[in-house]
């Protein structure tokens, strides 16, 4: 346990949890008992001693945070490009309008038979970088000539 630096592990660590239990491992490197730490740390006593028998057991790798499972992905990897390209087409298909997330979210449902909410879809996109930023869209039926017209003969403030 000595030959490590938790201090300087700790402040270099992204990962919050990681850090915690970098700190944890740091205040007993001091000293410090389980009480005192996990009142520090804000954790159960019980939480600090498996820190220290997970370091002693797998080293510093004990303490990194392992991946969670989390819900499964809508799509799976081999849907994706098709997904991707489908949304991209669903775009090139409108004439002068975007594509909401409302669009994807039934495209979804009707090429992969996929049900989820709103927020999905726009984190699916993002995923699959397809988030884009774009300019005021343009009505399928807007008359540029008639436009231009209007803005000569506007009041300008």
Same mark, same amino acid.
């Given at each position: 346990?000595?030959? @490590? &630096? #938790? @201090?300087?592990l700790a402040k270099k660590e992204l990962h919050a949890r990681t850090r915690v239990r970098l700190l944890g491992m740091a205040h007993l490197? *001091? =000293?410090?008992?389980?009480?005192?730490?996990?009142?520090?740390?804000?954790v159960h006593e019980a939480t600090v001693h498996g820190w220290m028998?997970?370091?002693?057991?797998?080293?510093? *790798? =004990?303490?990194?945070?392992?991946?969670?499972?989390?819900?499964?992905?809508?799509?799976?990897?081999? $849907? +994706?490009?098709? #997904? %991707?390209?489908?949304?991209?087409? !669903?775009?090139?298909?409108?004439? =002068?309008?975007?594509?909401?997330? @409302? &669009?994807?979210?039934?495209?979804? =449902? $009707?090429? #992969?038979?996929?049900?989820?909410?709103?927020?999905?879809?726009?984190?699916?996109?993002?995923? !699959? &970088?397809?988030?884009?930023?774009?300019?005021?869209? +343009?009505?399928?039926?807007?008359? $540029?000539?008639?436009? &231009?017209?209007? %803005? %000569?003969?506007?009041? %300008?403030?």
């Amino acid at each position: 346990m000595q030959d @490590h &630096d #938790f @201090h300087m592990l700790a402040k270099k660590e992204l990962h919050a949890r990681t850090r915690v239990r970098l700190l944890g491992m740091a205040h007993l490197q *001091d =000293g410090w008992d389980y009480q005192k730490i996990a009142t520090a740390l804000r954790v159960h006593e019980a939480t600090v001693h498996g820190w220290m028998q997970r370091f002693k057991t797998s080293g510093l *790798d =004990g303490l990194i945070e392992s991946p969670r499972s989390g819900a499964k992905r809508k799509l799976d990897a081999s $849907q +994706k490009p098709r #997904f %991707k390209q489908a949304v991209i087409n !669903l775009q090139e298909q409108r004439s =002068g309008s975007r594509t909401t997330g @409302h &669009d994807v979210q039934a495209m979804l =449902g $009707q090429q #992969f038979e996929v049900s989820c909410c709103l927020n999905s879809v726009y984190n699916l996109l993002a995923r !699959l &970088d397809l988030v884009w930023i774009t300019a005021r869209s +343009k009505h399928a039926k807007r008359n $540029q000539a008639s436009q &231009d017209a209007f %803005k %000569k003969t506007s009041v %300008k403030w």
